[in-house]
């Protein structure tokens, strides 16, 4: 044993075995030489009954001061009862915000949720949230790292929100889950944008301009057919896309003039039919082309899957 000084360090060869080097005014530290030549400073102490070694660096890249104020550190908190070695391969091996999300959409979102939010789900994910946290581990992720995240989408306000929701919703299930100590969640008290009411409703003219191009689309591209009846369907009964793209003939009530929705965002509801959107729905009737679905896929029994093709056009 003698003191570890640099020039002990540049000194010392290595053997045909490993060589362990201990300090003699700070027990505990050392210098671990291998058979190979590379070197690393290490602290060794006693914890729960087993011996452990903490690396602190190779000489090239740690001065022997640095390694020896470390190894000061670590000794000095196993004194006081903890054992640094153990938090260290608690970190590493702890859950990075990539795999809390795959825990979240596999254990909850695809058992509680219905596929198109677990879409959305992912889609937030793998475009907006994972590029920026996937690879923090989730017990480092602070509310200044959340608050920068939603700072730099602030151009895209519903979007963001819309982020932070799910965020919220993962790091209250990594508390649940142990990850994380309870009520540690980084996004509470993180504020949402203000967000723009987006409600508009069409004038009469414009009802009648987009008639126009409705019929005029539907000449010009009848292969688009059934989009167009999307189009016109969701213009006259105010309901939302998928509640349209998803509709099954036996969810329309002729006598009653109305459409039964069993499934929708906001659980089953009913919503009534004015004269011209059965007036289209007959004209759907008319042409059948499922027993199904009312708006039905151009190559297959199914549902068509989006309108964004007649819509632009």
Known sequence: MSRITKRVVEAIRPSG????????????????VYPSGRR?????YRAAGRTRRIALGAPEKVSCAQARAEAKKILSQVALGRDPGAERAKRRSSPTVRELAERFIRDVAEIKNKPRSVTEYWKLLRNVILPALGNRKVHEVTRGDIESFRNAHRATPFQANRALSVLSKMFGLAEEWGMRPEHSSPTRRVERFKEPRRERFL??????????????????RPQWRQGVAAVRLLALTGCRKNEILQLRWDSIDWERSELRLPDSKT???????????????????????????????????????DIATPWKA
């Open 267 to 305: 659980g089953p509801r009913s919503v009534p039919l004015n004269a011209p959107a059965l007036q289209a729905l007959h004209a759907l009737k008319e042409i059948r082309q499922s027993e199904v679905w009312v708006i039905r896929a151009q190559t297959k029994d199914a549902p068509l899957s």
């Open 40 to 44: 690393s400073y290490i602290a060794q």
């Open 203 to 220: 004038t009469d003219a414009e009802f009648s301009r987009l008639g126009r191009a409705l019929t005029d689309v539907e000449e010009r």
């Open 17 to 32: 075995t490993e060589v362990l080097l201990w300090d003699d005014t700070l027990t505990g530290f050392g210098l671990r």
